[in-house]
């Protein structure tokens, strides 16, 4: 059974910085892409990035409203995915989903974590 | 960055009903379009994948059309447990993009 388990999630003060981690399990981490996908409280879904299988080359993309803040990165010997969120801001609080991308590196999200609330505010 | 526009945004209706959700895309997405099931307090669940195929485990009364920038999601006899709400995502190009969703309601 596939599961996505994030933690590392919490209170924060504006321009601190929070790391997400994503712990996998049944299924081969190694051959697929992984995505973050946020949501604001009360609000639609919006994705944070994803990074791709070593396979397409490791390589990651982020969202504008991220870019230069938030990185992703994966450790495929623990089956583990991160969220390392810097000069964190108040429009960054919401629930974040670790998600895994559809096989061949296609860009949709077949499994979802429960997520992690991220709360930004002095 | 292609835009992703779901109408209604929200809708009332019984069990049994048909109901037909529409998702248009800013440009043409061929058939790269996505839809999920988010019950409240839960993550969203994949239900169909490239427009019109199946996730593994879902009920048949659910379908997907559509190519180009015109995509829709049918339930055929609406059923308790459907009553949710739903997002259309384009996986044509990133940046990857939702739809603002539409919430079905019993009527």
């Known amino acids: 059974e596939v599961q996505l388990v994030e933690s590392g999630g919490g209170l924060v003060q504006p321009g601190r910085s929070l790391r997400l981690s994503c712990t996998a399990s049944g299924f081969t981490f190694g051959d697929y892409g992984m995505s973050w996908v946020r949501q604001a409280p009360g609000k639609g879904l919006e994705w944070v990035g994803f990074?791709?299988?070593?396979?397409?080359?490791?390589?990651?993309e982020y969202a504008a409203s991220v870019k230069g803040r938030f990185s992703i990165s994966r450790d495929d010997s623990k089956s583990i995915a991160y969220l390392q969120m810097n000069s964190l801001k108040t429009e960054d609080t919401a629930v974040y989903y670790c998600t895994r991308n559809g096989p061949y590196s296609r860009y949709y999200f077949d499994y979802w974590g429960q997520g992690t609330l991220v709360t930004v505010s002095s | 960055d292609i835009q992703m526009t779901q109408s209604p945004s929200s809708l009332s209706a019984s069990v049994g009903d048909r109901v037909t959700i529409t998702c248009r895309a800013s440009q043409s997405i061929n058939r790269y379009l996505n839809w999920y099931q988010q019950k409240p307090g839960k993550a969203p669940k994949l239900l169909i994948y490239?427009?019109?195929s199946f996730q593994s485990g879902v009920p048949s009364r659910f379908s997907g059309s559509g190519s180009g920038t015109d995509f829709t999601l049918t339930v055929s006899s609406l059923q308790p447990e459907d009553f949710a709400t739903y997002y259309c995502q384009q996986s044509y190009s990133s940046p990857l993009t939702f739809g603002g969703g539409t919430k079905v309601e019993i009527k």
């Open positions: 490239a427009a019109s």
């Open positions: 990074i791709r299988s070593e396979a397409y080359g490791g390589t990651i």
